[in-house]
């Protein structure tokens, strides 16, 4: 794997409608985030990707965009965004913007005018086809929200066309070169902005199957799952490599994409010393449990063991093969103490524990906003205090399927994406701090008690916590260990214990005892020194200190002869 200048960085995502707000609207902006960045460069934070600003109707919270080169007045203008990425430069910090370019908004000037004429040159930026009243669909996919992927084109009752996410989404046709060519010139563009990059959204999703045909149906809706679709479509690479050429390699611009289901042969074109991306996230946690049916259907908690068969899956996978963006949550994803961390263990030390195992993994560790100070899970006790399209269908997918409104509630509790999308905690005061206004989606009520002010000079905090596995992955003796070293499991079969050695310049063991109760470990090779620890003691059980006891919900990171 060659190095590049973002091998040692720390990434952190923003969803700016939920992060700062500076004029009392209720909204998250840019000036917001920019009287910030001295906060997450305290927190050791160099790469920061921001979820979409761009000008929207907000069908999907931005993931609509309907002016590529336009940033929502919701969250400030041009220049605030250029002031953003001057003041990050000026911190020795990277902006990333959200690449979304496998659908737009249907208010977007190419899907007006594909409206207006269908057989024109728009019509083909899109995939419009005719439609008949009783005929069948030309495909059953179902859309990742829910229904079938077409929609009837506004004002021609005889067309159709496809989003495969909501319906003010419609899909842009990659097939036509002509569509390429814009997204490029876009990047290009901001690249010349001073950006350091892009995070790009569900882009295996740009690769059709065609013709257009039917898979077999997976519910009652006689719909299939869209996914059965994107494992016969070949050839997104052509796509992808013609990107990177084109506009990413030209800036040596950092890229991560969003990409669940890349077939393992195809990963070293993605991630690899010549791929697509510079790096992807790690999904594996994240699917793991999924079903099928639904989320009334899916496991809300993973176990340790689990979670451990997750990550070294991964970490085995990809090898040195390239450099794979970790993460316990995001945007799209509950909050992730209350997803890989069952209720019964939730506490202050087991928040530090799962920050440190998925933050000292080979890999570029990305954290979310709030993960820092371990931000929590909403419960809903109403479906009117659910904003998120994707939620609003679920919780219909439950209720079809039998569920009661207290059953169906409590999966959108446990699996929503409004729980990562609610204010951030700055503070115990009003609005906890994200706004002098009324924020735009209700503040968590445990606001008083997690929050930024609460941490930020107690040293046993969280945020603190997390400014110490920074500080370590940079400490100049441990970064090429912690940055390019091997990850070497470590009794693996040891029950409610994730182990595993960082191995090159030095000998690095950590050690995750994900349990009530004390477990003792013994070690490799005997302990040199103790490097990091989330509670105030360690117990070596022998002289020779090659043997440990691990209190209840204890991690330590130890440097082995």
């Known amino acids: 794997m060659k190095k590049q200048w973002w091998h040692d960085k720390v990434a952190y995502q923003i969803y700016p409608k939920s992060f700062c707000d500076s004029n009392g609207d209720g909204i998250g902006d840019i000036p917001g985030i920019i009287s910030k960045l001295d906060y997450l460069k305290e927190l050791g934070v160099d790469i920061v990707w921001i979820s979409p600003m761009y000008k929207s109707p907000l069908a999907d919270q931005g993931y609509d965009i309907s002016d590529y080169y336009s940033i929502d007045p919701r969250f400030g203008t041009m220049e605030d965004m250029e002031r953003l990425i001057m003041e990050a430069k000026r911190r020795d910090m990277y902006i990333l913007m959200d690449l979304v370019?496998?659908?737009?908004?249907?208010?977007?000037?190419?899907?007006?005018?594909?409206?207006?004429?269908?057989?024109?040159?728009?019509?083909?930026?899109?995939?419009?086809r005719d439609r008949k009243e009783g005929e069948p669909l030309p495909c059953n996919w179902r859309s990742y929200f829910g229904g079938p992927v077409w929609e009837p084109l506004p004002g021609h009752p005889?067309?159709?066309?496809?989003?495969?996410?909501?319906?003010?989404?419609?899909?842009?046709?990659?097939?036509?070169?002509?569509?390429?060519?814009?997204?490029?010139?876009?990047?290009?563009?901001?690249?010349?902005?001073?950006?350091?990059?892009?995070?790009?959204?569900?882009?295996?999703?740009?690769?059709?199957?065609?013709?257009?045909?039917?898979?077999?149906?997976?519910?009652?809706?006689?719909?299939?799952?869209?996914?059965?679709?994107?494992e016969e479509a070949q050839g997104i690479g052509d796509f992808l490599g013609e990107m990177q050429e084109k506009a990413f390699r030209p800036y040596q611009a950092f890229t991560v994409g969003e990409?669940?289901?890349?077939?393992?042969?195809?990963?070293?074109?993605?991630?690899?010393?010549?791929?697509?991306?510079?790096?992807?996230?790690?999904?594996?946690?994240?699917?793991?449990?999924?079903?099928?049916?639904?989320?009334y259907d899916s496991r809300k908690y993973l176990t340790p063991d689990e979670y451990k068969s997750c990550i070294f899956q991964t970490q085995r996978k990809i090898g040195d093969m390239g450099m794979i963006s970790n993460i316990i949550e995001n945007h799209d994803e509950p909050r992730g103490v209350c997803h890989y961390i069952r209720p019964e263990d939730l506490c202050e030390a087991s928040k530090k524990l799962l920050a440190g195992v998925y933050f000292l993994l080979k890999g570029l560790p990305f954290i979310y906003q709030g993960q820092e100070i371990g931000m929590e899970n909403m419960k809903f006790t109403s479906r009117d205090e659910i904003d998120d399209i994707s939620t609003?269908?679920?919780?219909?997918?439950?209720?079809?399927?039998?569920?009661?409104?207290?059953?169906?509630?409590?999966?959108?509790?446990?699996?929503?994406?409004?729980?990562?999308?609610?204010?951030?905690?700055?503070?115990?005061?009003?609005?906890?701090?994200?706004?002098?206004?009324?924020?735009?989606?209700h503040v968590n009520p445990n606001y008083t008690s997690i929050n930024v002010a609460a941490q930020k000079d107690d040293e046993d905090s969280v945020l603190s916590f997390y400014k110490k596995l920074a500080r370590l992955r940079k400490n100049p003796v441990y970064?090429?260990?912690?940055?390019?070293?091997?990850?070497?499991?470590?009794l693996e079969e040891e029950e409610n214990l994730i182990a595993y050695e960082r191995a090159g310049e030095k000998r690095l063991l950590i050690l995750a005892n994900l349990q009530k109760d004390s477990k003792t470990v013994a070690l490799p090779a005997p302990a040199e020194e103790v490097l990091l620890n989330n509670l105030k003691i360690v117990n070596f059980t022998d002289e020779t200190r090659q043997e440990i006891a691990l209190a209840p919900y204890q991690f330590v990171v130890v440097e082995i002869l």
């Not at 970064?479 to 470590?490: A, Q, R, S």
Request: contains cysteine; hydrophobic residues 35%.
């Open 101 to 128: 370019v496998n659908h737009c908004s249907d208010e977007h000037e190419w899907f007006q005018k594909a409206v207006q004429d269908p057989d024109g040159k728009y019509g083909n930026f899109f995939y419009i």
């Open 158 to 230: 005889d067309k159709q066309y496809l989003h495969v996410f909501h319906k003010k989404q419609p899909d842009l046709n990659w097939e036509n070169p002509e569509v390429r060519e814009e997204v490029y010139k876009n990047i290009r563009w901001w690249m010349e902005k001073g950006l350091g990059g892009f995070r790009i959204d569900a882009i295996i999703n740009i690769k059709k199957k065609l013709p257009f045909s039917d898979y077999p149906a997976d519910r009652d809706d006689g719909l299939s799952y869209i996914g059965n679709m994107l």
């Open 259 to 295: 990409v669940f289901n890349a077939k393992e042969e195809e990963i070293k074109n993605f991630i690899g010393d010549d791929g697509y991306f510079s790096s992807m996230f790690d999904f594996a946690g994240t699917c793991y449990g999924k079903s099928g049916k639904g989320w």
């Open 392 to 441: 609003l269908d679920e919780y219909q997918v439950a209720l079809d399927a039998g569920k009661s409104e207290e059953e169906a509630l409590e999966m959108a509790s446990a699996f929503s994406r409004d729980n990562a999308r609610t204010p951030m905690q700055w503070d115990a005061g009003e609005n906890a701090g994200f706004t002098t206004g009324t924020p735009w989606l």
């Open 479 to 490: 970064k090429d260990t912690l940055v390019y070293g091997e990850c070497i499991p470590y």
